[in-house]
Structure formats: C-alpha cells, structure tokens
C-alpha cells in the first residue's frame, strides 16, 4: 500500500471506531437513564403481561384521590393516592409540592417502586395548566375521560 | 374596526409573500431584471402588513377587547397595561403573529442591508425568505387566526393572562428567542440561494455570516433569558431542566454554533463547504423543529404555554416540506461543491472541524433524547422519558475534546501547525490551570472531582485565550497592538471567554449548591453554608389582578445582617391559579433563594432554601457571547474586503453592512 493510501485507510478505520464507540456509549447511558411509565392499575395488574419490580425506576400518571392527601404532622412528607380506572397506589413523597397540585388533578410522579403499590417519589410535576391531564394517561382513560377520579374511587370501595 | 383592519393587513402580507416566492425566484431562472427588481419592495409591503396587523393586535388588548377571542382568552380589564402588551404573545396564534412579525422583519433587514450583494443573489433570498413566509401565513390565517371574532356573544371581561408569563422575563424572552430561530432562516435562504445559483464558492459564505451571527447572539440571549426566568419565575430553583422545549431551542443553538464557525473555513479557506451549506439546513430545520415540538404538544413538557395538535400537523407538513426540497436541491448540486484547498492533520482546519463534529453530536445526543420517548410511543413500545442523568453525563463526555479542541483551535494556524509549538504553549495553560483551579477550589468545604475538572477546564480556556492574544500582539500587550486586532477577532475572544464564564458558572452551581427543603413555624431558622435563615412571618399582600401570602426571612451570617427575603406565593382569581415568586438576593459570588410552600395545618410552612453559588455567571457567560456575537457583526476589515469584491454589483456608492463576522486569523 502506498502511505497516502495506508494514511486515509488509518483516519478512516480511527472515525469509524470512535463513532462506534460513542454511539455504544450513548446507547449504554440512555439504557440506564430511561423511565418507563406506568399508570397505576398497570403498576397493580401489569403491563404487557408483565409487573413492575419493586426497586424499579419509573414514572407514573394519574389522577390525585380527593381526600387522600396526608401530611406528616413534623416531616415534609406527603403520602396520597393516585388513580386512574382501577386500583388506586400510594405516593410517597418527601418535599415541596408543585403550586398547581391539587386533590383530583392530574399529576406525574417519578421515583422507585417500593412495594407492589407504594412508590417512594423524588419529583412530582403538574402541569401549568388548569385542565392538564397527562397526556398517556389521557389516552389510557380514554372515553371516561369526564369522569371525576371521586366517583371511581368511591365505587371501588376504600381499598 | 380596527382588528378587521388587522385581518385584512394579514392576507395583504400574505399576498406579498406569495409574490415575493413566486416572481423574484422565476426572475432568477429567466434572467428577468424586471422580475429581479420586485424583490425588495414586496419584502417591504411584506413588514408593513404584519407590522400593522401586529399593531391592531396590540391595539386590541390595549383597550380591552374582548369581542376578540385570542383577546378574551388572555387578557383581562384588570391586568396591568404593560402586560397588555405583552399578553399579545401570551398565547399560541399572537405568539405566531410575533413570530411572523420576526421574519418579515428579518426579510426586510436583508433587502435593506444587501447592497453590496449582486441582485440577482438578493432576489433569489428575498424569495426563499418569501416561500417559507407563504407556509407560515397560511398557517396563520387558516389554522390560528389571532382576530378571530366571538361577536355576537361576547364575554364582558377576559379570562386573563397566564399569572406566569405576567413578569419582565416573559416581556423580553420570547421576542429575543423567536429573533434568533427565525434569524437562521435567513443564513438558509443565503444556502439555498447560492445552491440555486450553483455557484458556491465562499462568497456565500461572506455574505450569510453576519446573519448567522445576528441569529445566533438572539438565540443565545433568548435561551439565557428563558433560563434565567424559570430559575427565579417556576420557584424550584433550577436553571435548566432538559425539558423538551428547552431542547427545542438549545438543537438550534448548537447547530447554530457549529455552521458560524463552519461558516468561517468555508469563507477564508474555500474548504468544508457541502457541510456548511448542511449546516445552514440543518439550523433552520431544527428551529422549524422546535416549533413543531413545542406548538403540538406530542411531547409532555412542564412549560409550553400555546399547544394544540391539529396544528401540529401543518407544522409538520411544512417542516417535511421544507427539509425535503432544500435536501434535494442539496443532492442535485451536492457535486460541485469541491474542496479544493489542502491541509495537514494538524491544522485550523482539523480542530475547527473537530469542533463541528463535537457539536454535532452533541445536537444528535439532545435530539435523540427528545424524540426517543416519541418514537417510543409510536411504535408502541409504551411511554418512556429520558431523564436528566442522561444528558448530564452525554455533555460531561463530550465537553472535555471540545474544550480541548477549543483551546488549541485559536492558536493554530491554518494549513499546517506544528507539534512542538503547540505543545509547549498547552503545557503552559496545563500547568497554570491546575494551580488556578486547586486555589479557586480550596475556598469550598466540599470536595468534587466534577468540579476539579470543570474548573479546570475553564482555565484552560481563559489561559489559552489570553496566549492567544499575546501570539497575535507578538507578546507585547499594550493598547495600540490590542487595538490593531479586528473586530471580530474581539468577538471570537468575547465568545470564548463568555463560554468559559458560563462554564465556571454550570460547574459551581451543580456541584456546591446547597438545597434544602423543610418546615419551619415563625421564628425557626435553618443555617446552610454559614448562612442562618430566619423564618419572620408571614404577611398578607394585596397586588391589582392577585392576593399573596408573603414569606419574609432574615438571613445572617457570622452575627451580620446580610438581607431580608420575601417569598410570596401568589394567588390569581380570575385562572384560580397559584404561582410561587421567589425571593432572591443574588451577588457575583453566590444567590440566597427561597420559596414558600404551602401552610400546613399546625400553621408551619413548608420552604425551599438554596444557596447557590455562582449561579449568575451562567448568565453572564452567555450574555459576553452574545456581546463577542455583536463585535463580530460590526467589523470593519470585512466590509471594506466586501467592497473590493462587490464592485461587480452596480451600485457601490449604497452599500451598506455587507461585511462580516468572527475573523478566526
């Protein structure tokens, strides 16, 4: 091979093993930083077949339970309930509140799942809107949409 | 009256946009002077009318009328009158007016500052500018018209602004960001103008930077101005969050940042022009992107005010569009745009496009964040985010070769640099860095690698920046060798150093921020890094459209008085919202940041406490770059080089701001 050619043939194999590796890189680190997300009866009966483990990272939709809201009495802390057509999980979540939340609004908490229906949360975002609904929970309550999360809950009995 | 006045201006802008797409253009094919010279008087036409639909816009809110739906929507009697004003783009079809009002704006600057460039060039950009307009017009008109009317029944008062964007961040944000993604548009006119003509040479090149630039700096200090509102406006005490529309403008920028230095090879050296011409594409499509994401709300977001997906769609169509042709044109054309200039490994030319490749992966790596979730989604994968965690360590990786290429790029030279030199001044910048970063460091308690290399990074920056100026004063500094150096050379040194600024800024704050979240009852306090906050009371307060609680705490430090904070949280009847306002005592060193939460039953509160050290530098820094944007723009070696070359065009006498930016030499 004549060097000018040995030269491109070393430049050439060099970008092509450097984007390799970027690109294995950000698929690893993508990999590890993504959140599935879950609405809450999905997180109770599971989805695609398949339950969330516990010790999982993962977001979550749904609606706030009226009445459900709990402060600590000397904590931060804030434990509600949250629901979307079925069983209602339990938030736990040590910090400020967003201005927007409010009993029987649409809120998306992410954190870890503790056990089959606790979720231990370090963010919870409502949106800056009045009529805001996630939208992937408003696709998985579509056609009951106009329903108030109250009359689901009380229907379904104080579980 | 008058917003019919509003509605008839806005189909006369159309109309001229539809000329100015369709006539200048075939001008250019036929070689019709006559068809050349419409050019510039349609753009005009094409301000004037959406300048004067914007006014009776304004017109509108100013004085309450709310027979006006858009008006009604965001806009109430109670509201101040300078967020009157401003409510005009509170929303998603004023909003697009502005954004309309920008590009014509931007399409009348071109044919007023062209006349250096040969006719026959401007038309052809005039009637890019004007075919993308045609698209956004339409849109306007059809899908989002800001006049449309609720006559015969109409409420009596409006359903008021949104208590968030009611703030002086909101007032100068929105215009400077839309300045800068519509800014591009016009370096991408310049490349489809120049693919058009089929003569790319680096005259195109000479003539797009200034733009580019322009579009740039406002991007820039429209970024850093939205940045700086969600820190003190959304009371989490954040700066960025990566949130989807926060992306949607930062793609731009770095493909924004990648084509003006590409911009600059290709003019002084002839080199990398296919890539310059992509670039100049592919930041404009991503401005166009932007919008699409932010407008049609597919994408969950924490703070887009205007969405509607119906409307999504035609932006899609309009970015399919548009992205489509100015590729094919590309691939048409793509085979005479050869290099014909040679270079080593070691040269300007190989850092510069070092740096490109860095940007660029850095936009895929923000593009891909964005989009995974919905492509996730569509395929029916289920609903996914990208968090945090990912970009963080995506831009960690990627930051250390960039500022690498950073410091050497300057001091090389084109062609063909050698080793040695390079290497015994790196050296120098290595060796200073270190002492300099272990000194800054020592005066924080805490410990943190990130930081020891951030910092570092940062005065590699600086010291290379300033052995760069030596080098080109030949080690001589004083006042008459500064002043020899170019404008834009001064620009390139303010963009640099306004980067490490921002940099030394990031670094600070996210590894020695102190953040607390607790509850306290009146007269707790609560002591971060020294600082004792003192929780007074709570005092009721009373604003025109809102009713407030209003938290007030003492801070000391060290037994001395150092500021007294209000945090109010703000209560809005009319959208029965309630918006936290936080209170902050910002220095050059360090901010003192809190924030009221809610009461709780036994009458404490809850309260976020930041302390947050050199967190204005964040702004700071990107304020020098826009300002070393600015200086570019205004050199004036280039204007007299523009000269000698424009004296094919025919009126010299005329010209005007024909010269251009950053001088890398």
């Given at each position: 091979?004549?060097?000018?050619?040995?030269?491109?043939?070393?430049?050439?194999?060099?970008?092509?093993?450097?984007?390799?590796?970027?690109?294995?890189?950000?698929?690893?680190?993508?990999?590890?930083?993504?959140?599935?997300?879950?609405?809450?009866?999905?997180?109770?009966?599971?989805?695609?077949?398949?339950?969330?483990?516990?010790?999982?990272?993962?977001?979550?939709?749904?609606?706030?339970?009226?009445?459900?809201?709990?402060?600590?009495?000397?904590?931060?802390?804030?434990?509600?309930?949250?629901?979307?057509?079925?069983?209602?999980?339990?938030?736990?979540?040590?910090?400020?509140?967003?201005?927007?939340?409010?009993?029987?609004?649409?809120?998306?908490?992410?954190?870890?799942?503790?056990?089959?229906?606790?979720?231990?949360?370090?963010?919870?975002?409502?949106?800056?809107?009045?009529?805001?609904?996630?939208?992937?929970?408003?696709?998985?309550?579509?056609?009951?949409?106009?329903?108030?999360?109250?009359?689901?809950?009380?229907?379904?009995?104080?579980? | 009256?008058?917003?019919?006045?509003?509605?008839?201006?806005?189909?006369?802008?159309?109309?001229?946009?539809?000329?100015?797409?369709?006539?200048?253009?075939?001008?250019?094919?036929?070689?019709?002077?006559?068809?050349?010279?419409?050019?510039?008087?349609?753009?005009?036409?094409?301000?004037?009318?959406?300048?004067?639909?914007?006014?009776?816009?304004?017109?509108?809110?100013?004085?309450?009328?709310?027979?006006?739906?858009?008006?009604?929507?965001?806009?109430?009697?109670?509201?101040?009158?300078?967020?009157?004003?401003?409510?005009?783009?509170?929303?998603?079809?004023?909003?697009?007016?502005?954004?309309?009002?920008?590009?014509?704006?931007?399409?009348?600057?071109?044919?007023?500052?062209?006349?250096?460039?040969?006719?026959?060039?401007?038309?052809?950009?005039?009637?890019?500018?004007?075919?993308?307009?045609?698209?956004?017009?339409?849109?306007?008109?059809?899908?989002?018209?800001?006049?449309?009317?609720?006559?015969?029944?109409?409420?009596?008062?409006?359903?008021?602004?949104?208590?968030?964007?009611?703030?002086?961040?909101?007032?100068?944000?929105?215009?400077?960001?839309?300045?800068?993604?519509?800014?591009?548009?016009?370096?991408?006119?310049?490349?489809?103008?120049?693919?058009?003509?089929?003569?790319?040479?680096?005259?195109?090149?000479?003539?797009?930077?200034?733009?580019?630039?322009?579009?740039?700096?406002?991007?820039?200090?429209?970024?850093?101005?939205?940045?700086?509102?969600?820190?003190?406006?959304?009371?989490?005490?954040?700066?960025?969050?990566?949130?989807?529309?926060?992306?949607?403008?930062?793609?731009?920028?770095?493909?924004?940042?990648?084509?003006?230095?590409?911009?600059?090879?290709?003019?002084?050296?002839?080199?990398?022009?296919?890539?310059?011409?992509?670039?100049?594409?592919?930041?404009?499509?991503?401005?166009?992107?932007?919008?699409?994401?932010?407008?049609?709300?597919?994408?969950?977001?924490?703070?887009?005010?205007?969405?509607?997906?119906?409307?999504?769609?035609?932006?899609?169509?309009?970015?399919?569009?548009?992205?489509?042709?100015?590729?094919?044109?590309?691939?048409?054309?793509?085979?005479?745009?050869?290099?014909?200039?040679?270079?080593?490994?070691?040269?300007?030319?190989?850092?510069?496009?070092?740096?490109?490749?860095?940007?660029?992966?850095?936009?895929?790596?923000?593009?891909?964040?964005?989009?995974?979730?919905?492509?996730?989604?569509?395929?029916?994968?289920?609903?996914?985010?990208?968090?945090?965690?990912?970009?963080?360590?995506?831009?960690?990786?990627?930051?250390?070769?960039?500022?690498?290429?950073?410091?050497?790029?300057?001091?090389?030279?084109?062609?063909?640099?050698?080793?040695?030199?390079?290497?015994?001044?790196?050296?120098?910048?290595?060796?200073?860095?270190?002492?300099?970063?272990?000194?800054?460091?020592?005066?924080?308690?805490?410990?943190?690698?990130?930081?020891?290399?951030?910092?570092?990074?940062?005065?590699?920056?600086?010291?290379?920046?300033?052995?760069?100026?030596?080098?080109?004063?030949?080690?001589?500094?004083?006042?008459?060798?500064?002043?020899?150096?170019?404008?834009?050379?001064?620009?390139?040194?303010l963009g640099h150093l306004g980067f490490a600024v921002t940099l030394l800024g990031i670094t600070l704050t996210s590894n020695f921020s102190e953040e607390r979240e607790v509850r306290l009852n009146i007269g707790d306090s609560v002591e971060l890094q020294n600082y004792q906050f003192t929780f007074k009371q709570v005092r009721h307060i009373e604003g025109p459209n809102y009713s407030a609680d209003g938290g007030v705490v003492t801070v000391i430090r060290n037994g001395e008085f150092v500021t007294e904070l209000l945090a109010e949280k703000r209560f809005y009847p009319v959208q029965?919202?309630?918006?936290?306002?936080?209170?902050?005592?910002?220095?050059?060193?360090?901010?003192?940041?809190?924030?009221?939460?809610?009461?709780?039953?036994?009458?404490?509160?809850?309260?976020?406490?930041?302390?947050?050290?050199?967190?204005?530098?964040?702004?700071?820094?990107?304020?020098?770059?826009?300002?070393?944007?600015?200086?570019?723009?205004?050199?004036?070696?280039?204007?007299?080089?523009?000269?000698?070359?424009?004296?094919?065009?025919?009126?010299?006498?005329?010209?005007?701001?024909?010269?251009?930016?950053?001088?890398?030499?």
């Amino acid at each position: 091979m004549n060097p000018r050619r040995k030269k491109r043939l070393l430049a050439v194999t060099g970008i092509v093993a450097l984007i390799a590796i970027s690109v294995s890189l950000m698929l690893y680190s993508l990999n590890q930083n993504i959140d599935l997300f879950y609405t809450p009866s999905e997180i109770i009966n599971g989805k695609d077949g398949r339950l969330p483990v516990p010790g999982q990272r993962l977001r979550v939709g749904g609606m706030v339970v009226e009445g459900s809201v709990e402060h600590d009495q000397k904590e931060l802390a804030v434990t509600f309930n949250l629901v979307d057509v079925g069983p209602v999980v339990k938030i736990i979540y040590k910090g400020l509140l967003p201005d927007l939340f409010r009993e029987g609004q649409g809120i998306v908490a992410t954190g870890k799942l503790l056990d089959a229906n606790t979720i231990m949360a370090d963010e919870v975002l409502a949106k800056h809107d009045e009529e805001y609904m996630p939208p992937e929970l408003a696709e998985a309550m579509k056609g009951i949409r106009h329903e108030k999360p109250k009359q689901i809950y009380d229907a379904e009995g104080r579980n | 009256m008058i917003a019919e006045l509003g509605q008839l201006s806005l189909i006369l802008a159309m109309m001229a946009s539809m000329c100015l797409g369709f006539y200048p253009i075939v001008g250019a094919i036929r070689g019709e002077p006559r068809l050349l010279i419409m050019a510039k008087p349609m753009a005009f036409a094409m301000f004037a009318f959406t300048l004067l639909a914007y006014m009776a816009l304004t017109h509108a809110f100013v004085t309450d009328d709310f027979t006006i739906k858009y008006v009604a929507n965001h806009s109430n009697s109670l509201l101040p009158v300078y967020y009157k004003y401003t409510a005009v783009w509170g929303g998603h079809e004023g909003s697009f007016l502005l954004w309309m009002l920008m590009l014509s704006g931007w399409t009348c600057a071109v044919a007023i500052f062209s006349r250096g460039v040969p006719l026959i060039m401007v038309a052809r950009v005039l009637g890019v500018l004007g075919a993308i307009a045609l698209g956004f017009y339409l849109f306007l008109i059809l899908a989002s018209n800001p006049f449309e009317s609720l006559l015969p029944y109409f409420p009596v008062d409006g359903r008021d602004l949104n208590p968030l964007l009611q703030d002086i961040g909101m007032i100068i944000h929105p215009p400077m960001l839309y300045m800068g993604y519509v800014g591009f548009s016009v370096a991408f006119a310049f490349a489809i103008a120049a693919l058009m003509a089929g003569r790319l040479d680096s005259t195109w090149a000479r003539w797009a930077r200034p733009w580019a630039l322009a579009a740039w700096g406002f991007l820039t200090l429209g970024i850093t101005l939205g940045s700086w509102w969600a820190y003190y406006e959304l009371g989490w005490g954040g700066w960025w969050f990566w949130d989807p529309v926060e992306n949607a403008s930062f793609m731009p920028w770095l493909a924004g940042t990648a084509l003006i230095h590409s911009l600059a090879v290709t003019e002084k050296r002839k080199v990398f022009k296919a890539w310059t011409v992509l670039l100049a594409i592919s930041a404009f499509s991503l401005s166009l992107l932007g919008t699409f994401l932010v407008r049609s709300g597919i994408i969950v977001s924490v703070h887009s005010f205007a969405s509607d997906p119906e409307r999504g769609l035609f932006i899609l169509g309009l970015l399919v569009l548009v992205i489509g042709c100015s590729l094919a044109l590309f691939a048409m054309r793509s085979s005479m745009l050869k290099s014909n200039s040679r270079y080593q490994l070691v040269s300007r030319e190989m850092m510069l496009i070092g740096n490109n490749v860095f940007l660029t992966a850095a936009t895929i790596v923000v593009l891909l964040g964005t989009l995974l979730p919905l492509v996730h989604k569509e395929l029916g994968l289920g609903s996914i985010s990208v968090g945090e965690p990912f970009f963080n360590q995506m831009f960690t990786w990627l930051i250390v070769p960039f500022v690498v290429l950073l410091a050497m790029g300057p001091m090389s030279r084109w062609k063909r640099q050698a080793i040695g030199d390079l290497k015994s001044q790196l050296l120098w910048a290595v060796l200073l860095g270190l002492v300099m970063t272990a000194l800054l460091l020592t005066s924080f308690e805490r410990f943190s690698m990130l930081a020891v290399l951030g910092t570092f990074l940062v005065f590699v920056i600086v010291l290379t920046t300033i052995q760069e100026i030596l080098l080109r004063t030949n080690q001589q500094i004083n006042w008459r060798n500064l002043r020899k150096l170019s404008r834009s050379h001064w620009g390139m040194v303010l963009g640099h150093l306004g980067f490490a600024v921002t940099l030394l800024g990031i670094t600070l704050t996210s590894n020695f921020s102190e953040e607390r979240e607790v509850r306290l009852n009146i007269g707790d306090s609560v002591e971060l890094q020294n600082y004792q906050f003192t929780f007074k009371q709570v005092r009721h307060i009373e604003g025109p459209n809102y009713s407030a609680d209003g938290g007030v705490v003492t801070v000391i430090r060290n037994g001395e008085f150092v500021t007294e904070l209000l945090a109010e949280k703000r209560f809005y009847p009319v959208q029965r919202n309630v918006m936290t306002e936080a209170g902050i005592d910002s220095n050059l060193l360090r901010d003192l940041f809190v924030a009221l939460g809610d009461e709780f039953t036994d009458g404490s509160w809850g309260l976020r406490v930041y302390v947050k050290p050199f967190v204005l530098w964040i702004w700071l820094g990107a304020a020098i770059m826009a300002l070393g944007a600015l200086l570019s723009i205004m050199d004036k070696r280039y204007r007299l080089v523009c000269v000698s070359k424009a004296t094919q065009a025919k009126n010299i006498e005329n010209r005007q701001i024909a010269g251009t930016g950053a001088d890398f030499g």
